[in-house]
């Protein structure tokens, strides 16, 4: 149990596009799941808490209005990157906690296997 | 603030002999979590081992086992009888009532 899906796992697009990356909890449900960047060999950064049904919590430094964050169910957050640039480009990882009272582990994260962006 | 540090950047072992990776950590909080989690070349965090504060006793999963020393806030990871799959980077993490905070890592190497 506690699996996490990341979708896309890889994507390539066009600075001034969008990109939206899923995460979805397959087995459980979380209240809260987080969004981080990763840069090659460094540790994972966070950028934002998504609470269900609530507005997303935000790391300092990190643009709200470039990184969306909608976390519209029990098992659903997305990312969006808005008018993407090259210095958008990163390993895009997010992780979900299980939902109090579910069973397992609850102060546990689990994570999905990212989503590499590149933006040309 | 919480904060997790590992002082090593880069460790190797023998295959089949044993390593330790080290981790201190701080924080105000009186109950809190700590994790040992790796991270392969396909980029995966996976949960290696677990622990709560208020156990005494060190958590173990078949190879891995931890040195929890609380009053020291030390959180040692151990890894016997090493094999090639557990070349990784490995994280330490923090949490209480507050996101994961993660220290540095360490990139373990096995050496066969």
């Known amino acids: 149990g506690a699996v996490v899906s990341q979708h896309p796992s890889w994507v390539i697009c066009k600075s001034g596009t969008s990109v939206k990356i899923e995460c979805r909890s397959l087995d459980f449900q979380a209240t809260t799941m987080f969004w981080y960047r990763q840069f090659p060999k460094q540790s994972l950064m966070l950028m934002a808490t998504s609470n269900e049904g609530s507005k997303a919590t935000y790391e300092q430094g990190v643009e709200k209005d470039k990184f969306l964050i909608n976390h519209a169910s029990l098992t659903l957050s997305t990312l969006t990157v808005t008018s993407a640039h090259p210095e958008d480009s990163s390993f895009y990882i997010c992780?979900?906690?299980?939902?109090?009272?579910?069973?397992?582990?609850?102060?546990?994260?689990?994570f999905g296997p990212g989503t590499r962006l590149l933006v040309l | 603030a919480q904060t997790v540090t590992q002082s090593q950047p880069e460790m190797s072992v023998q295959e089949a002999e044993t390593v330790t990776l080290s981790c201190t950590y701080d924080t105000s909080e009186s109950d809190y979590y700590l994790f040992w989690y790796k991270q392969p070349p396909s980029r995966q965090m996976i949960l290696v081992i677990r622990?709560?504060?208020?156990?005494?006793q060190n958590a173990t999963e078949n190879r891995f086992s931890v040195n929890f020393q609380k009053a020291a806030k030390s959180f040692s990871l151990k890894i016997s009888d090493s094999q090639l799959g557990d070349a990784a980077m490995y994280f330490c993490?923090?949490?209480?009532?507050?996101?994961?905070?993660f220290g540095k890592g360490t990139r373990l190497s096995v050496i066969a």
């Open positions: 992780s979900a906690r299980r939902l109090a009272g579910g069973g397992g582990y609850q102060e546990t994260q689990y």
């Open positions: 622990q709560e504060a208020y156990k005494q």
């Open positions: 993490a923090l949490t209480g009532n507050t996101p994961l905070v």
